[in-house]
């Protein structure tokens, strides 16, 4: 079934009009850069082709109705008086929330929202669907915000109303993405560029471990916690540093690594994870797709053993992976305890990948993993 004139159909029969707008706003592969978003680092992620769609039209009141399409759920309540409802809702609610506080009035809302963006793989629906509601809002109501302002207000959004410390990563790389290609971005300027993804006969393909462990949230903020700590740490011999990002292996040999070897290894993954970074930026520009592909294992080494934010189930998959032919690189993607793993594939290695990984997940957790080969699409856009 197509979802627009799905979600068109559930418009009219929910609000007997047709919608003013329809927003299509995708989730986000990262190449490489995990967990470095948020210690001012740099990252290398692209919007691709699994997307939120979002039909929308204003109020002559002060209500807000949102539907959840896909879980057949609904929400009311009034842009009055927005609080958290610890729901699907807060998403849309937080943003609503960000722009008054920006100063913005708005009026009342109605919304359809669904899509093909699988929640909890690490995909970034959540980001996807913010940006969306940022956008539509600011479109219905010729606020005059840019795509930088919506942006902050997701990842604002996101902080304070959602309460998840995440960085700026993945709502930067859906609301900027550009087709067939990644998003060199610098989180601690915001300064970016657009890079091709030329990597020919090779596929970005993602496999979900269909595993989402409790630990995400409250592991994530401790990872940051950690971080921060090993700055605080620091600052007493070099006060110049302000985040992991002015941080050195060498600063760090110094100072931590005998006294507080769990920290060491904490901020030793960040510091050598924007070095990656920057080596698979140059690989990519050379060409060197095998030796981008050799990074993607050392981050998710480091990912797994020194920043313990994988699981038995994305290791499985990178290991499979690793033993596959025509695999190039893979490693885990996301905040990690679950969701997918990313890889680079030969075309011509594509389909005994699929067979391989499906049937030996399957046989080793009893899961069906699910495969996606991606394409790199258009951030945040109107789709009409
Ligand atoms: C989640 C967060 C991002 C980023 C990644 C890890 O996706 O939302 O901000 O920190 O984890 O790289």
């Not at 759920?73 to 809702?89: R, Y």
């Not at 506080?101 to 359809?112: D, I, K, P, S």
């Not at 700590?229 to 992991?244: D, T």
């Not at 695999?327 to 290695?349: H, K, P, Q, S």
């Amino acid at each position: 079934m197509d979802l627009l004139p799905a979600l068109a159909n559930s418009f009219q029969s929910t609000f007997q009009e047709a919608p003013t707008l329809f927003i299509c706003s995708p989730g986000r592969v990262n190449l490489i850069g995990e967990h470095t978003d948020y210690n001012e680092g740099f990252v290398l992620p692209a919007a691709i082709d699994k997307a939120i769609y979002l039909a929308v039209g204003p109020r002559t009141d002060n209500k807000l109705h949102f539907v959840a399409y896909d879980i057949q759920k609904t929400f009311t309540g009034s842009i009055d008086h927005i609080e958290p409802t610890k729901s699907w809702a807060d998403y849309i609610l937080g943003v609503l929330q960000q722009l008054q506080q920006a100063g913005h009035t708005l009026r009342g809302l109605n919304c359809v929202f669904g899509g093909a963006i699988p929640m909890g793989a690490g995909l970034s629906s959540s980001a996807a669907l913010e940006n969306a509601v940022g956008f539509a809002t600011n479109e219905l109501f010729g606020l005059g915000l840019d795509r930088l302002a919506l942006l902050r207000l997701s990842q604002k959004s996101e902080n304070e109303f959602v309460g998840a410390k995440v960085g700026i990563m993945d709502m930067f790389a859906s609301m900027m993405g550009r087709a067939g290609h990644v998003i060199k971005l610098d989180c601690r300027s915001l300064e970016y560029a657009y890079a091709p993804l030329q990597m020919d006969g090779i596929r970005i393909v993602l496999c979900d471990t269909r595993v989402k462990h409790s630990l995400v949230t409250s592991e994530y903020n401790t990872r940051r916690a950690e971080c921060e700590a090993g700055v605080r740490y620091l600052q007493v011999f070099y006060p110049e540093i302000k985040s992991l990002r002015d941080v050195t292996m060498a600063m760090l040999d110094e100072h931590l690594k005998e006294s507080n070897p769990h920290l060491y290894r904490r901020c030793g993954y960040v510091v050598r994870e924007n070095q990656r970074v920057l080596n698979g930026v140059a690989a990519l520009e050379a060409d060197d797709i095998a030796a981008f592909g050799q990074l993607m294992y050392a981050s998710h080494e480091g990912l797994s053993h020194e920043y313990e934010v994988s699981c038995p189930e994305l290791d499985l998959l990178v290991s499979m992976a690793r033993h596959q032919p025509g695999v190039l690189g893979a490693r885990m993607m996301g905040g990690g305890f679950g969701g997918c793993t990313i890889n680079l594939v030969r075309e011509d290695a594509l389909d005994a990948f699929t067979k391989e990984i499906t049937s030996q997940y399957f046989a080793q957790t009893g899961k069906d993993t699910y495969l996606h080969v991606c394409k790199i699409e258009d951030g945040t856009h109107l789709v009409r």
